[in-house]
């Protein structure tokens, strides 16, 4: 089919006396076939529908009237209905028959920013909560089936080696996965299919600034090969509450301060609060859509999974408008045939949808965004200064590579002319492969073939364009950027999974990275999570909510993430996990330098000693790291019952295990020398990482809790090695570094007969040993 070769082009306005858009350019509806002459009977039906509809428009008739006069764009050559593909290119008849009336719009900002969840979602999903995951004491999700995660990282956030991989981390079979539950279920809220005949004939606002997304194609049906769009797939309804949250904020953090009050609707009641103020710039969201990025499926694989985009969209206050490729196929093979056979290996052919944003000129300013954008602190002098000055069209700024940011960030004053003149140039400037755009280069880059090669041109010939800080509207934390700014200062920021990780999968922090490389990207995935909580808390009208439960990488993460990787994030719309008994959350600020936070949810002095952050049922280790560790961990007598106790004020003391054991000088601990019992508070096993289950390491985002119930999980309660372990072989490391400190003592003949007389013969063995080399062999004996 001719349509679907070419792509998508939305149709010329049919009148009397011509064929041509309302640019002038005459219509393309797929290459020479549409330009043979009509059968008789379709020229009939033709003539006769383009009489109806000029008489509909000129009597401003309504959508279902209106649609009766539309058919006429659904006859082929032959008098009958064309493909979907082209029924799809009617839609957009819409925008050019309707003469838009800029309607008064009550614009206030609560009402713009407020998001709704869809009611039924829990009706749909049966339930909404779920058994607690099993969390251990850095926040790492271990379900009860998958054995090897024991081994994953100590929270760090840092991949040591021996720690597993995100990729590599194993589902629980018994714990259904988030999105195969309630992200169905949510997607089952909205309807597979809806009629959008009419979706573009909706007023757009007067006189706001519009934020626009571009929506190219559903998840895993289109990917050119270097496509710079991260699509959220089954995190939709976030990525796009995110985008309009960010836009909210600066919008608040824009405005003067202001004297009047507002009230604000919060997941526990509707309070009244100062507003900053009263001269907020109103806004509207907008999602340009692809006709094939309608109807998607969620990636569950379930049969009848199919959810509907646009529904979504509107369903979260966007303005959504069904667009085609204004650059289509047809297009590049009359001018660009390079273009055109390379292209998919490029950015696609759908990428120059974005140059839409430019017809928006009901608007007084379009700012473009994609889903990696992150918008930080308010651009509005920006705004008003391309809205003010005549000899300016455009700002933008460029990517690290060098190119043009086509889509992550960029301020335009709309206008239709523009629009076309933009898309004349882009088909008349000779490109060649090896010499770029009209032999000027530009071509170094991915993204090259399409509106990124294109603007990086044209920003060098057009005076109106204007470019913007890089560092200050996009940065990118390369180092480049992260010398010359702080990157919570930046206005605008954007994710790459290539660089510090997308925020909702949790990444880890690379092992090579600089201080300044990690605390960058720190900045700005702990502001991506501060503004889900504040739209969760501020915005979003929805039942529960799910509590800040994770403990992997707090200073970044403030919660949302239970260990690493994709798997391990608590999404705005995943199954909700109830906060276990022993934890403590906070609310989520950050304690100073140098202090900790403490289970009341304060901080410690700067002066105040440090093991006050520690739970009262352990013992505080401040060297070679602070820890503290369960009083009931570590030291077990030959029974397996624990040395030690608690004495319930932030101390251990002697616990139900047999004293005779239970004293270091008896020789049952292989590296433990003193003769005091093992409950002192001198004693230290110099840990660097926290058993599951038997401690916590304090920090400056959260209380330091754990889950005592994991030491009978992973059998950690006893895990300093004992003579008993020697005799059993359970901990050949201890073994091979005692028995070189006793000259193979261990290993000697003869060979006892009995596992009683292997026991003397080690206690034997030890006592002869010199203490400083036992010593030295502690990290050997432990069984983590």
């Given amino acids: 089919m001719g349509l679907l070769r070419n792509g998508y082009r939305p149709l010329a306005v049919p009148t009397a006396t011509s064929n041509k858009n309302q640019n002038g350019r005459a219509q393309d509806l797929g290459g020479e076939k549409a330009k043979r002459r009509k059968p008789r009977r379709a020229a009939l039906v033709s003539a006769s529908c383009m009489i109806i509809a000029l008489f509909l428009v000129s009597q401003s008739l309504n959508g279902s009237r209106l649609r009766r006069a539309l058919l006429c764009s659904k006859f082929d050559e032959n008098g009958g209905l064309k493909d979907r593909y082209y029924e799809r290119e009617s839609r957009n008849l819409f925008t050019n028959l309707v003469d838009r009336v800029l309607e008064e719009v009550s614009w206030s900002l609560g009402e713009a920013c407020d998001t709704a969840y869809p009611s039924d979602v829990a009706v749909k999903a049966g339930v909404d909560y779920y058994a607690p995951r099993d969390i251990d004491s850095e926040g790492i999700y271990y379900p009860d089936t998958s054995p090897v995660l024991t081994t994953a990282g100590d929270g760090d956030g840092i991949r040591n080696p021996g720690e597993v991989d995100p990729t590599d981390l ?169 273009i055109l056979q390379h292209i998919e290996e490029d950015v696609g052919v759908r990428d120059s949808i974005t140059l839409h944003a430019f017809n928006l000129e009901e608007h007084k300013a379009v700012v473009v965004l994609d889903y990696n954008t992150q918008l930080q602190l308010p651009f509005q002098d920006e705004i008003d200064d391309l809205v003010a000055d005549p000899t300016k069209q455009v700002k933008y700024v460029k990517d690290r590579d060098g190119g043009v940011s086509k889509g992550g960030f960029m301020i335009i004053k709309p206008s239709k002319a523009k629009f076309e003149e933009i898309r004349q140039e882009y088909l008349s400037t000779p490109y060649n492969a090896t010499t770029g755009w009209n032999g000027e280069g530009h071509n170094t880059f991915d993204g090259k073939l399409g509106l990124k090669g294109f603007f990086s041109y044209k920003a060098t010939k057009d005076p109106s364009w204007v470019e913007l800080d890089r560092c200050t509207f996009n940065n990118q934390l390369d180092d480049d950027c992260i010398s010359q700014l702080d990157a919570a200062d930046s206005k605008v920021v954007r994710h790459s999974e290539y660089v510090c990780g997308l925020p909702r999968h949790c990444p880890y922090d690379h092992p090579q990275w600089s201080v300044e490389k990690i605390q960058a990207c720190q900045s700005i995935h702990e502001k991506y999570f501060m503004g ?104 077990c007598d030959s029974t397996g019952s624990s040395c030690c106790e608690s004495d319930g004020v932030g101390s251990c003391q002697q616990g139900a295990g047999n004293p005779d054991f239970c004293a270091q000088g008896s020789l049952f601990f292989p590296t433990f020398t003193s003769s005091a019992d093992v409950c002192s508070p001198d004693v230290n096993l110099f840990d660097t990482k926290v058993p599951e289950g038997c401690g916590c390491k304090p920090n400056t985002h959260i209380p330091c809790s754990y889950n005592r119930d994991l030491q009978g999980t992973y059998d950690n309660q006893c895990h300093v090695c004992t003579v008993n372990d020697l005799v059993g072989g359970s901990c050949t490391s201890c073994f091979q570094c005692i028995n070189i400190c006793t000259n193979s003592c261990l ?11 292997t026991y003397d013969k080690y206690v034997s063995c030890l006592s002869g040993m010199d203490e400083s080399c036992r010593s030295n062999c502690m990290d050997s004996c432990k069984k983590y």
Avoid at 542 to 566: A, D, L, M, N
Avoid at 569 to 598: E, H, N, R, S
């Fill in 747 to 757: 290993t000697s003949s003869p060979i006892p007969a009995t596992s009683a007389a």
């Fill in 170 to 338: 194993t589902p629980d079979i018994n714990d259904p996965a988030p999105n195969t539950v309630v992200n169905t279920a949510l997607l089952d809220t909205f309807p597979a299919t809806t009629d959008y005949t009419a979706v573009n004939t909706t007023k757009r606002p007067a006189d706001t600034v519009a934020y626009v997304l571009t929506i190219t194609s559903c998840p895993g049906t289109y990917e050119p090969l270097l496509s710079e769009v991260t699509d959220p797939e089954e995190d939709f309804f976030e990525a796009n509450a995110m985008i309009k949250q960010a836009v909210c904020k600066i919008t608040e953090l824009g405005g003067t301060s202001g004297g009047r009050r507002r009230n604000l609707r919060n997941n526990r009641a509707l309070v009244t609060e100062e507003a900053p103020s009263e001269d907020y710039q109103p806004f509207t969201m907008y999602a340009l859509v692809h006709p094939d990025a309608i109807y998607c499926t969620d990636g569950s694989g379930q049969i009848g999974s199919k959810y509907d985009r646009v529904a979504f969209l509107k369903a979260q206050g966007y303005h959504v408008e069904i667009v085609g490729q204004p650059i289509t196929n047809s297009d590049l093979n009359a001018n660009h045939t390079y």
């Fill in 532 to 635: 889900r909580y504040e739209f969760e808390d501020k915005y979003l009208r929805k039942t529960r909510i799910q509590e800040r439960i994770g403990q992997f990488k707090p200073q970044s993460f403030i919660g949302y993430c239970t260990g690493p990787g994709q798997k391990n994030y608590l999404g705005m719309t995943d199954q909700i996990y109830p906060k276990p008994d022993w934890q403590i959350i906070c609310p989520p600020i950050a304690c100073p330098v140098g202090t900790y936070m403490k289970n009341d949810c304060t901080c410690t002095e700067v002066t105040e000693d440090p093991c006050a952050a520690c739970p009262s049922n352990t013992r505080c280790q401040l060297y070679p790291e602070l820890r503290c560790i369960d009083c009931s961990c570590g030291f």
